[in-house]
């Protein structure tokens, strides 16, 4: 089966740096993607990786390693909006080739004053 | 603002209604999804479209019954629903099927309720 493992929860302080983790187990890989959701609102991209490596956006970085089907978003300068829920999701082509994403059951990241 | 637009974004029905959710997409986007989203669960595909041919059943029970007349618009029609049911349905859209980051644009969702 095709499965996806982040932690459910993080809490942290304003300020400071978080990272959630992915591990993934899926057929045709072709990118991890990382989504952002706040309590009643749509999900939003934050980020994609394709290859090995880390990409950079403002204080959210995004992290993929093929080779160990893993990868992780780092949140620094936490700020109280960015408390939310984070997924985690994988580009995998089904026989039909439909484009499909797979989803991390995600992580709530609480961040504190 | 996303883009997409789904209504209604509360719905509270019992098992023998029937109801419509809709979705539309002012992007352009020719690829259109519907996904279910429960509790502590990860966000669950249930429907593919791409030119308004469906592509993909994630094998959905027959009581939830989609319709693509044309690429902006997706309804999902519901009958005969069970209280497990209940979930917040998110529609979402990307330009194609193939190609880029994949990227999904996602509408806040219509949150059912299945008394």
């Known amino acids: 089966g095709q499965s996806l493992e982040q932690p459910s929860e993080v809490t942290a302080v304003e300020g400071a740096i978080v990272q959630i983790n992915c591990t993934y187990q899926t057929s045709g890989f072709y990118g991890l993607s990382w989504y952002q959701q706040h309590d009643g609102g749509a999900p939003t991209f934050l980020s994609y990786?394709?290859?090995?490596g880390l990409e950079e956006t403002g204080r959210f970085s995004s992290f993929l390693s093929r080779s160990d089907s893993y990868g992780y978003l780092l949140l620094q300068e936490l700020q109280m909006k960015d408390s939310a829920s984070y997924f985690c999701a994988v580009r995998s082509y089904g026989s039909s080739n439909t484009g499909k994403l797979i989803f991390g059951q995600g992580t709530t990241l609480q961040v504190k004053p | 603002e996303t883009g997409v637009t789904q209504t209604p974004r509360h719905l509270v029905m019992g098992m023998t209604n029937k109801k419509s959710l809709k979705c539309e997409q002012h992007l352009g986007h020719n690829a259109m999804y519907w996904y279910k989203q429960s509790a502590k669960k990860p966000l669950e595909l249930m429907f593919v479209?791409?030119?308004?041919?469906?592509?993909e059943n994630n094998s959905v029970p027959s009581r939830f019954s989609p319709e693509c007349p044309n690429s902006s618009h997706l309804f999902l029609h519901l009958h005969t629903l069970q209280p497990e049911d209940s979930a917040l349905y998110l529609c979402?859209?990307?330009?194609?099927?193939?190609?880029?980051?994949?990227?999904?644009?996602f509408g806040e969702g219509s949150r059912l309720t299945v008394l």
């Open positions: 479209y791409n030119f308004k041919e469906q592509t």
């Open positions: 979402a859209s990307r330009p194609g099927l193939a190609g880029g980051t994949g990227e999904l644009f």
């Open positions: 990786n394709a290859l090995d």
